[in-house]
């Protein structure tokens, strides 16, 4: 059941360019374990500026986080045109402090804000913490001829070896996809840690509003190389989920799809984001591909007396 706020949300979702892991679609397929509402700032009965927040129980604890798969929501704020700077971190206090207000009272809060937020002193003064995280974007794939040039002698090399040995198909369904997901993570000793019914909704939802699209690389034995799963709308595009066999590692099929991926949006959006790693690896990789490290902001606030005890012994633990 919508609440007025989320009624209004959806209408002001529809006019401004709302980044895709904030779109009520979005949060419809990926808060099955919670719910999901949103703060909203109005001015003249028109909405301005909103704060969607995922909200579940764990426990005797009520919690505002991060639904799964989902790598950042925070704040969207629009702006006066022509706002003189200083005029708008004072417009941003205002706006972010109705928004901060609205917000229910939970135990424990923890937001990664979108790398469009770069203001969060407002969530400092009223009690957050924040925790500077970093994904890599490519700013510009329209020209995606010029992407390919900004990648490394290493990732053209790999993409030039595929070529000889595998072929795309853009047809993989959404089940035959989680299963090669299952199947490469269980040839590393790894378990999936998302169920179908979350990856179905996804792409269902996705499909509805012309926002998902699965690559996979094959070789003439038909056996899956790698897998592409992409979500994306007119602000970004994601590289949401990959699959690598670790059998077929060394044939450059991923760095293929990742391409390809880049030019199945490029007409659509802007960017293309990897969605981050702090793991040094991966890290690697995505900055091969001639994405800009960005950081973006972990917004936190623990209220609870036990929960802030916990985090206190984790981390003398860690």
């Known amino acids: 059941m919508k609440s007025l706020n989320k009624d209004k949300y959806f209408e002001f979702a529809a006019r401004e360019p709302i980044p895709i892991f904030s779109q009520p679609w979005w949060l419809d397929a990926v808060c099955i374990d919670g719910q999901w509402?949103?703060?909203?700032?109005?001015?003249?009965?028109?909405?301005?500026?909103s704060l969607p927040y995922y909200m579940k129980n764990k426990g005797p604890f009520k919690l505002i986080t991060m639904p799964p798969l989902t790598q950042t929501m925070g704040p969207f704020i629009t702006y006066p045109e022509g706002?003189?700077?200083?005029?708008?971190?004072?417009?941003?206090?205002?706006?972010?402090?109705?928004?901060?207000?609205?917000?229910?009272k939970v135990d424990y809060f923890c937001q990664?804000?979108?790398p469009s937020i770069t203001n969060w002193l407002p969530f400092y003064w009223r009690g957050f913490s924040q925790t500077t995280r970093y994904t890599y974007i490519i700013d510009n794939i329209n020209d995606h001829e010029q992407?390919?040039?900004n990648f490394t002698y290493a990732k053209k090399k790999n993409i030039k070896k595929s070529e000889n040995m595998i072929h795309l198909r853009f047809d993989l369904d959404v089940n035959s996809f989680y299963e090669n997901h299952k199947l490469t993570l269980g040839k590393q000793g790894q378990k999936i840690e998302y169920q179908f019914n979350l990856l179905n909704r996804i792409y269902e939802n996705g499909q509805q509003n012309n926002g998902v699209k699965i690559i996979s690389a094959?070789?003439?034995?038909?056996?899956?190389?790698?897998?592409?799963?992409?979500?994306?709308?007119?602000?970004?595009?994601?590289d949401l989920i990959s699959t690598i066999d670790p059998t077929f590692r060394n044939s450059g099929a991923a760095s293929k799809l990742v391409l390809e991926g880049i030019k199945l949006f490029s007409k659509?959006?802007?960017?293309?984001d990897f969605e981050?790693?702090?793991i040094e690896n991966v890290e690697n990789s995505f900055r091969q591909f001639g994405a800009i490290q960005t950081p973006y902001f972990q917004i936190k606030k623990v209220n609870s007396k036990l929960l802030q005890l916990r985090e206190c012994f984790n981390a003398l633990k860690k």
């Open 37 to 49: 509402d949103v703060a909203i700032f109005e001015k003249n009965n028109t909405v301005i500026a």
């Open 83 to 104: 706002q003189k700077y200083a005029k708008k971190l004072a417009y941003e206090k205002e706006v972010m402090n109705v928004l901060i207000d609205q917000l229910p």
């Open 112 to 114: 990664n804000f979108h």
């Open 147 to 149: 992407v390919y040039q």
């Open 218 to 238: 094959h070789d003439n034995d038909n056996n899956i190389h790698a897998a592409l799963l992409l979500v994306g709308n007119n602000t970004s595009a994601y």
């Open 268 to 272: 659509d959006t802007q960017k293309f």
């Open 276 to 278: 981050g790693s702090m």
